[in-house]
């Protein structure tokens, strides 16, 4: 009895404890909630006014792991994000020697360098808050306003320079250093807000010869598509709010949509480009084509026959990093359309094999150095992994809407089935050819049997005239 009275007696204090301590717990879980939600209210507005402010994001870790080398430079830094990390100060140097041409003491902008450090000065935190995540970059203000220097300073000289060489070519870069500045300089880590550029741009420019977004353009775009010097606008409309060079690149390559070319809701891309074949689709590349003007429609002389036309693309392992930067900067900024994002997931669906790639370059719409199709198969699908697809205003909206319908008819669908099936099916093929063989054999047969009937004829005949002429000859001896 003593005992049991021991057992109840420690049970019920163990238990009165367990209540005490699971009710400070609570009271403490929801203390801290109460916290978080008046420091919540007390920043937001500040929150969304960092967002509104905001242009030049970093990259998310899970597009960073499809490719890394496409979004993080690995020879030069621009801006604050890769700033001072060891294994690019060697470019330092270069960035510095730029610089130094640019505000010669003994030309034309020595006498400025005063006047741009004033103008850098004045906008330095409009600048911050350009960058996000900008208060996990401990830079101070010397070392902010010294790196926006230089680096600005760097890609006015190298466009001017790139200008002066008749756009070929800059004489204080080797040739196989050049295009890899240039695709690290369009990486969207690696960007400067292009008020900085444009203020020391025109603060050092006497001639007034050439815009600096021009000069951008002719240095980026070439980059990024294969046409005519003719394709490159001078340009773009000043109304068109440009954030920085990767934003001017994306925006000057965006469809201009007048009239009834309107944005609209696209459904899903649900067949390749084979399939489209297949229902008798022509495809027909589209030579002098800016890179998103695609179409479907009529075909000349056609009435019933569609035709897809597509810009011709020549596939680089540096414009697959041009255009992975466009998607990652028009999955955070809400202010542009994501027009190149909508262009990457449309060569997404016309693209699953290798064999369609091949169709494609066989056509004239896809060239590519990147040695293989199978490569080029994997670069386009991987464009867009890890990004979600959103199709509300996609100016390909009347061109994926009808090439679905298209492939719906009965006609397209039976036409389709049949070329799957039995033209383009490799055992129809082989079956086909076994038959033709075996037909070619029996022609050849047939034809040995009426020789060897005829050879048989003609020796019979011989021997009938030599049997006739002997009882000819006998008989006439006998007489």
Same mark, same amino acid.
């Not at 204090?13 to 009710?23: L, M, P």
């Given at each position: 009895m003593r005992c049991n009275e021991i057992i109840r007696f420690t049970f019920q +204090?163990?238990?009165?404890?367990?209540?005490?301590? $699971?009710?400070e717990r609570f009271s403490n879980w929801r203390g801290l909630i109460r916290k978080e939600l008046e420091s919540d209210g007390n920043n937001h507005s500040n929150n969304y006014e960092e967002s509104d402010s905001v242009c030049i994001y970093r990259i998310p870790q899970n597009m960073l792991e499809v490719e890394p080398k496409a979004y993080t430079p690995h020879s030069i830094s621009i801006g604050p994000y890769h700033y001072g990390k060891p294994h690019l100060k060697d470019m330092e140097n270069l960035k510095l020697r730029f610089f130094r041409r640019l505000f010669d003491p003994n030309g034309p902008n020595g006498a400025k360098l005063d006047e741009a450090f004033n103008a850098l000065e004045l906008v330095e935190d409009k600048a911050r808050q350009c960058y996000m995540e900008m208060e996990k970059i401990r830079l101070s203000r010397d070392e902010f306003l010294h790196m926006m220097m230089v680096d600005a300073s760097f890609i006015i000289q190298l466009l001017r320079d790139f200008s002066l060489n008749k756009f070929d070519q800059v004489h204080h870069l080797s040739r196989w250093k050049l295009p890899v500045i240039r695709r690290e300089m369009i990486m969207l880590e690696n960007q400067l807000p292009l008020f900085v550029l444009s203020k020391l741009?025109?603060? $050092? #420019?006497? *001639?007034?010869?050439?815009?600096? #977004?021009? !000069?951008?353009?002719?240095?980026?775009?070439?980059? !990024? $598509?294969?046409?005519? *010097?003719?394709?490159? %606008?001078? *340009?773009? =409309?000043?109304?068109?709010?440009?954030?920085?060079?990767? #934003? !001017?690149?994306? *925006?000057? /390559?965006? %469809?201009?949509?007048?009239?009834? =070319?309107?944005?609209?809701?696209?459904?899903?891309? /649900?067949?390749?480009?084979?399939?489209? +074949?297949?229902?008798? /689709?022509?495809?027909?590349?589209?030579?002098n084509r800016k890179l998103l003007d695609i179409s479907?429609?009529?075909?000349?002389?056609?009435?019933?026959? +569609?035709?897809? $036309?597509?810009?011709?693309?020549h596939l680089t392992d540096h414009r697959g990093t041009i255009l992975r930067n466009i998607v990652a900067y028009e999955k955070w900024h809400e202010r542009c359309k994501p027009d190149v994002t909508t262009c990457m997931f449309f060569y997404n669906k016309l693209i699953n094999t290798e064999e369609d790639v091949a169709l494609l370059h066989y056509k004239g719409v896809l060239n590519h150095s990147l040695g293989s199709d199978k490569v080029v198969a994997e670069l386009i699908n991987n464009i867009t992994k890890e990004i979600a697809p959103d199709f509300k205003e996609s100016y390909l909206h009347k061109v994926v809407n009808d090439a679905n319908m298209y492939f719906e008819k009965p006609y397209a669908r039976l036409r389709s089935l049949v070329m799957h099936n039995y033209v383009n099916s490799l055992v129809v093929l082989s079956t086909l050819g076994a038959i033709a063989a075996l037909s070619l054999t029996y022609l050849q047969t047939a034809c040995a049997l009426a020789e060897l009937r005829l050879s048989f004829e003609r020796q019979e005949s011989?021997?009938? #005239?030599?049997?006739?002429r002997d009882a000819f000859l006998w008989a006439w001896f006998d007489l």
């Open positions: +204090k163990f238990s009165r404890g367990n209540i005490h301590n $699971t009710a741009s025109e603060l $050092t #420019d006497e *001639s007034r010869s050439e815009r600096l #977004d021009a !000069l951008a353009l002719r240095f980026f775009l070439a980059a !990024l $598509t294969s046409g005519s *010097s003719n394709m490159i %606008p001078k *340009s773009l =409309e000043s109304e068109v709010r440009i954030e920085h060079l990767l #934003d !001017l690149l994306r *925006s000057s /390559v965006a %469809p201009k949509l007048s009239g009834e =070319e309107q944005r609209g809701n696209q459904k899903n891309m /649900v067949y390749s480009i084979t399939e489209l +074949k297949n229902a008798g /689709v022509k495809i027909k590349a589209g030579h479907f429609g009529n075909r000349y002389l056609g009435m019933f026959v +569609k035709e897809l $036309t597509i810009p011709a693309l011989k021997a009938f #005239d030599s049997i006739a």
